[in-house]
């Protein structure tokens, strides 16, 4: 059984497809044991606990250096005795040793076709307003395993989406989630828990 702690900070709609496929046992082999968010706001906190999954505010403002705050973070992940670390929009620098300590075995869900669109700045809504502002006809969704750079490891799954022409910020962000983010984070969680997939250096291989 994959032990799974999922990093939040905002409203929790990849947090929400990963508990419903739980749930539907479309996710197969493994186990949600917490949610944790640097913002105390995050509404994703409050997804967790509708479905009484452990969920706390690890807030780098609550501690006076950061070295304790990344102490503090990594102490819940391991006492949770976690095998995997989600990243659905956690918007704060992970920890080196929490990088190391989890080396492939952290994933990070984007909302563009790497390596289009992505690295320092592009997140949320940044994303698709560099999508529509360069005029691409395709974007998407990469779930990728986290190394020590900024969206930088390797890809595990994605998957297109169509740009329309009257498409704004917002109408492309809903349909990424809807159409790829909703649907590859939790695929890539089932097929690292059934052993599906591997990393090979700075590449992710199907297992036959
Ligand atoms: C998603 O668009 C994801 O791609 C990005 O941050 C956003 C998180 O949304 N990393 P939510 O909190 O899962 O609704």
Redesign the pocket.
């Known amino acids: 059984m994959l032990k799974i702690t999922v990093l939040?900070?905002?409203?929790?709609?990849?947090?929400?497809a990963i508990i419903d496929k739980i749930e539907h046992k479309e996710i197969r082999n493994t186990e949600l044991v917490g949610v944790i968010s640097n913002n105390p706001n995050?509404y994703?906190l409050e997804r967790a606990k509708k479905h009484g999954i452990p969920a706390k505010c690890i807030s780098p403002k609550s501690f006076e250096t950061r070295e304790q705050f990344h102490q503090a973070l990594l102490e819940v992940v391991n006492a949770w005795k976690t095998d995997l670390i989600v990243?659905?929009?956690?918007?704060v620098i992970l920890p080196k040793a929490m990088v190391e300590a989890y080396s492939s075995r952290i994933i990070?869900?984007?909302?563009s076709l790497i390596p289009s669109f992505c690295g320092q700045g592009f997140?949320?809504l940044k994303?698709h307003e560099a999508v529509l502002a360069r005029g691409v006809k395709v974007t998407g969704?990469t779930v990728h395993f986290v190394d020590g750079g900024t969206d930088t490891g390797p890809i595990s799954l994605q998957k297109a989406v169509e740009v329309k022409e009257d498409d704004t910020p917002e109408a492309l962000?809903k349909r990424?989630?809807e159409q790829a983010?909703w649907e590859i984070l939790p695929k890539a969680i089932d097929m690292i828990a059934n052993g599906k997939i591997k990393v090979i250096g700075n590449k992710v291989q199907k297992v036959k």
Do not use: F
């Not at 939040?8 to 929400?16: A, E």
């Not at 990243?87 to 918007?91: E, F, R, W």
């Not at 990070?108 to 909302?111: E, Q, R």
């Open positions: 939040v900070s905002g409203n929790g709609t990849n947090l929400q995050a994703a990243l659905a929009g956690y918007l990070n869900i984007h909302p997140y949320g994303v969704a962000q990424v989630m983010e």
